[in-house]
């Protein structure tokens, strides 16, 4: 069992940077693929990015790629989303989520259903 727990969101100016950080719990956090994925209101939930459970192999979403940094520290038990020149178009609440499929890779990352644990969420709110 792994518990999920996001936090950093908030309200940025266009341009503007945020980071986001997921506190896992559970001993078992360094064997999982950890992802983030965002909703915005009134569109279905869409991959961001994901990072093996090693922290060498990660995968971007093109409208992201460039602009995000995705990271781990397993020691902490915790991932991060660095954003950097975010857009008003990011304006989303964002997820953090565990796959027990620790090589995930490529567009079976993008999939909600390869995920076994999911975050309550953080609102990130860019204005123009």
């Known amino acids: 069992q792994v518990q999920l727990v996001e936090s950093g969101g908030g309200l940025v100016q266009a341009g503007g940077s945020l980071r986001l950080s997921c506190a896992a719990s559970?001993?078992?956090?360094?064997?999982?693929?950890m992802g983030w994925f965002r909703q915005a209101p009134g569109k279905e939930r869409e991959f961001v990015s994901v990072?093996?459970?090693?922290?060498?192999?990660?995968y971007y979403a093109d409208s992201v790629k460039g602009r995000f940094t995705i990271s781990r520290d397993n020691a902490k038990n915790t991932v991060y989303l660095q954003m950097n020149n975010l857009k008003p178009e990011d304006t989303a609440v964002y997820y953090c989520?565990?796959?027990?499929?620790?090589?995930?890779?490529?567009?079976?990352?993008?999939?909600?259903?390869?995920?076994?644990?999911w975050g309550q969420g953080t609102q990130v709110t860019v204005s123009s």
């Open positions: 989520a565990a796959t027990s499929n620790s090589y995930c890779s490529g567009d079976r990352c993008r999939r909600n259903d390869e995920y076994d644990y």
């Open positions: 559970g001993r078992t956090f360094s064997s999982y693929a």
């Open positions: 990072i093996s459970w090693y922290g060498g192999y990660t």
